[in-house]
Structure formats: C-alpha cells, structure tokens
C-alpha cells in the first residue's frame, strides 16, 4: 500500500494506519494496523454490510488524533444508486474508539448483517520494519459474551487487545457481528472500543503514566488548544509560511511521547510509523528547532536524557559511562533482548548534542536551575568525548560497534550501512571518525566552559575546555580539509585517510563554530552551489560523487531537518543571502506537501522534477522535519537570545513579504519580532 492511500492518526506513542475506507488489512511488512508500545494490536479491521466490502465517497483527517469516513457498500459504478450510507468516526488517545453511522435512505426496510472483522498478529515494529515476522509466542482469541479478547503470550511478556461494543453484538474468535433492522430514514449507530494492554514482568501494567491513556477526544481538543494558544504567533504575507507553521505545530503535539513513569511531562517522538519512540538524537535536534516555540520539550528531554545516562560498560548496549542514549524500545524484540533498545546507546552524537541542547536552553529561558541540576550528568558526557569515544587516541570521536549482531554500523545521523565512502565509492574500514560529530565536540567544550565559568562555579575547568576545544579546532582543521576540493571531508578511516567526498556534513560544521573564518566562505559557496543545492535544498551528497543517488537514503536525497540547521549554520557566519536561500527552497517544497515536510524527499534538481519527489518510505510527520519551519523562521528573522535579551537582525527571501513572531517565550518574559522581505526581484538603478 503506498503512503499516499493511507490516513494516519496518532497521539505519542499510539497509531493507527488505515486505507482510506479504515479498513486495515495488514501484511507482515506493511506497519498499517494499530500500534502501542512499538506492538500491533489490531492487523485486520474490515467492515461490511450483508457480505459486501464499502468503498469511500471520501475522508477527513479531522485533528492529528482522530478521522471520519464516508463509505457507501458497492463498487463505484453503484455509487449513484447507494440506498445506504456509512460514516465511521474514529479517534486515538492511548486506547481506541470508533463510531460506526449508518443511514437508510431507502423507501423501504433493510435488514443488515453488519460485520466487522478483527485480528492482531501483534507484530513487533522491528520485525515489520525487517520483514521478518517470527513469533515465539502463542497468539489467542477468547470471544466473551461483552467483549472479544485478542493476545500474545511469551512467558511473562503479555500483549491484548480488548474490543467491546455499546450495541449488543455477537463476538466469535475472527470479529463480531450486528443484526440490524432499518426503516425507512431510519439512523443506527454504535460506539467500539479497542483497549490495549501491555503487561510485563509481575503482571505490571506498562501503559501506566504513557500520556493520554484512556483520554477522551474532548481532552485531547482542550490539550491541543492550549498548546496551540501557548505558542507565538506568526502573522505573514506569505500564507504558505503560516499554514506551514500551524501543521509543524500540530504535528509536534501529535508527536509528543511520555515514555513510562515519567509522570505525564513530554518529549518529541522521532517519527512515524518507523520511529514513535524516544530517541536521544532525535529528540535533542528537534527541541533544538523548537525552542523559541515550545521550550517546555526541552526541559523534559533533558531530564529524561539524564536519567537514562550510561553508568556501565555494556557492549551489547553499547553503553559506556557518561553516553546518552540513541533509542528506547518497549516490544517483544527488546524484551527478550533481541535487540538491545532497552535503552540502546549507539549514537556518537547525541553526547555531545546533550550539552549543547542545555546550554542553549538556559540561554533561551533562564533556567539557571536545569543547568546546576544536570552538572554531573553534563561532564560524564564531556568525560566520555575524552576516555570512551576517542578510539584511535588522537582526540576525535569515533565509532566502531561492539554488538556486532544487531548494533548500528554507522552511529552518525546519516546511519545508512553505505552512507560513508571514499571519493572512488569504496567504504572505509572502522573506526571512522565523521566530520560533524566533531564540530558537536567543539561547540559542546565551548558551551560547557560558559556554564562550568557562570553556574558551576569552576573558572579551571571552564579554561581547561576552552583549551581543548581550540586544540581539537586547530587539529580538525588541518586534518579533515580536503585541499582540492576546498571543503571537509565527510570522514576519517582509522589510518587518518580522508573520505573526501562532498556532502552535507560541512553545513552542521558552520553550525558548530569549528570553521576557520577563511574557509567559510567556500563552505557557502559549496552548500548554495549547483552540486549540492537543487533548488529545494541542499543534498546529503553531491552531485557527481560515485554514490550519488537522488533517492539515496543519505546519498543524494534532501532533508529538511539537515538543511535547517546548515541554513543557521550560515547565519552564524553571517552568510544570511545563502541561509535565505536554502530557507525559501526548503519552504517553497513544503507546499507540495501541504505543509507537512516529509524525513526526506529526492534530490532531483527543480528544474528536472518542477515539485519535490518524496522518498518511497519517509516518515511523515518526523519530528525534526517537523521543526524545520521554525528553526527556519528563527534564521530568517535572526533570532539569538544576546546577554538576557532577543536579538533580531532579519534577513527574508525575495517574495516573502511580511513576518510578525509575537509573543516568543523566553528569560525576558513575551516579545515580538517583525520582519519585512522584498516582494519582488528590484531592477537595478541606472
């Protein structure tokens, strides 16, 4: 089924993937059904009417958490003479609930035999996303006389689905059946509930404390207001921007996941279907974007990071002492260590990006407090740049799994098995050392040196960071330019070789800092030239390098979370023309996606495709695409909290008129920010 059939509805950690009838007929490699808890609950949900399967007039994705359908039975040569119709309403808020309408628009009596089939394989999502279904458990089905239960057991491991009807119904072990009789424009309707319940060792119920168990849609509409209500404001001439910023809104509350007794508080999940969980990357990235709209995601991101730092050497986890982890998992697959995502820590980025994220966050807010809380939790991490991450020993970080049977081989953003080459296309041999997760180590040294100096209390460590940030720049400078081409080469092989191709990588380098002042300017010559930058957005890799592909996953294709950081990259130093630019490609493609700008889309040049092609498996919406639009806002009005205040220097694309930003949050209370682009290309003056 292609994605673009699908409607999706979501709230956290719980989803459903449907056809657009809401039937779901799952495969084993298909992630349609209803999940939780990284489980399907339901793999088959069809509805008919006397035997005969519906079609759709048509559908609404209402909110994020909730869908009606209009369906008549029959094929489409039938629609015109459709005596019934068929509404079903449904809504996700941990548990699910669908409202089933049918009306008779018939001069006489029908009498119906209305059926619902229901199943659950309970796949776990890495087995769907492997396409490797192997259950060593026992599926069940026990039909009651008020409810059909669907389960798994695995020893103590317990999944079931608990299905019930508020009109009576008579269940058997496939689904359950009405027999309903009809006047003349006479109405019926019933209310189903589709519970789900996750029992662990000693019987523990593990949806306890996961947001939204059991709410209701009224909760989650007030809940939606008032995070809509809380955030700024943007008032702009160019409508698409504002709608834009309303969707990333949107699907950032939909996105939001309390992992397990966190008590209710709320970080970003990475994305679905693939990603509806905790990851410390991802999570980190986009409260990045999103600070200067939804602060609150910061606060407990960081928390729950902290709270799950390394404190063992652990090589089937790859754990180490001070690491943040990369991915928290709560399926069959984790339970039974399977794989290691309990929590699974092979991310090289997400330590130093832990730092970073707190030190931009008490810029942002204030909040001297998180920042003397989280002092020990931030120099583990920075201790573990130094004693566990530099495996070579000469002042990088590198990477190398220890779990070689289901850890990451590439534990940079770009994860791809084949996303680091040569110039020649060959793949390097490991540890490898990727240029980014450098610059990340440079400006988290620096970052921290700025808290140990103002809130630790320690000026010796502050000018001990300092220095070796400045060592580690002078050192990465040297080593990582790649003298014929003129940019930094994407990595290093353990022999110090350069894989010297031309990606997007350098882009997050003017982010860091780690930049000579010299060389930035070829830097932005590079990232708005023709190799990289397709007139949506800058490539993951260049044009002409022997990997390139313009739907390769991380050799060739566009992400729009990559490019928002590259374009406040540029802005840092002061190349606000090119930021401009990539700001408005990246905008102008969210267009085609109504709003909702996908993990990644192709890298054909503009002219050849004239609309972005989406990536066949992109996760949409994802978290840090989703706070795109607002890091990009935030570049374009040069938006930098400066000695307690808010700076704004603003520098908007050709066309994009007017900007208003009111009521940004922050340590100095509410303010509004203005801005105003030219609307057109000005002729020259003779």
Known sequence: MSQSSTVRILDGNTFVVSEDTGDIEATPTEPTGLFSLDMRFLSTWVLTINGERLNALSYDDLQYYEARFFLVPGMATHYIDAKLSVIRERAVGGSFREQLTILNHDEKPVDLEIRMEAAADFADLFQVKDEILNKKGELYSQA???????????????????????????YDGNGFTYTVHLEPNEQWDTSIKVDTLAVGPGGRDLRMGLRAHGTERLALQRDLEEWLRVAPKVNTQHEDLGSTYRRSLIDLAALRFSPISLGGATLPAAGLPWFMTMFGRDSILTCLQTLPFTPTLSTTTLRILASLQGTRIDDFREEDPGRILHEMRYGETAAFEEQPHTPYYGSVDATPLFVVLLDEYEKWTGDAALVKELEQESRAALKWIDDYADLVGNGYIWYERRNTDTGLENQCWKDSWDSVSYRDGKLPPFPRATC?????????????????REFWDDPDYADRLEREAAQLKERFNRDFWVED??????????????????????????????????????IAQHLVGPRLFSGWGVRTLAEGEVRYNPIGYHNGTIWPFDNSFIAWGLRRYGFAEESATIASGILDAATYFQGRLPEAFGGYPRELTKFPVEYPTACSPQAWSTGTPMLLLRTMLGLEPHEGHLAVEPRLPIGMGRIEVLDIPGRWGRVDAFARGRLEIEEPTS
Not at 149 to 168: D, K, Q, V
Not at 498 to 521: F, K, P, T, Y
């Open 144 to 170: 009651e006389a008020n409810c059909l239960r669907l389960g798994y057991r695995r020893g103590n491991f317990r999944r079931e689905t608990r299905i019930s009807s508020s009109a009576p119904a008579r």
């Open 436 to 452: 980014e997760v450098q610059g990340y180590a440079y400006d988290a040294k620096m970052r921290a040196a700025r808290l140990a």
């Open 485 to 522: 081409g003129e940019f930094y080469a994407l990595a290093l092989d353990p022999d110090g070789r350069q894989c010297d191709v031309l990606s997007s990588n350098i882009g997050h380098l003017l982010w860091s800092g780690i930049v000579d002042h010299e060389r930035a300017e070829k």
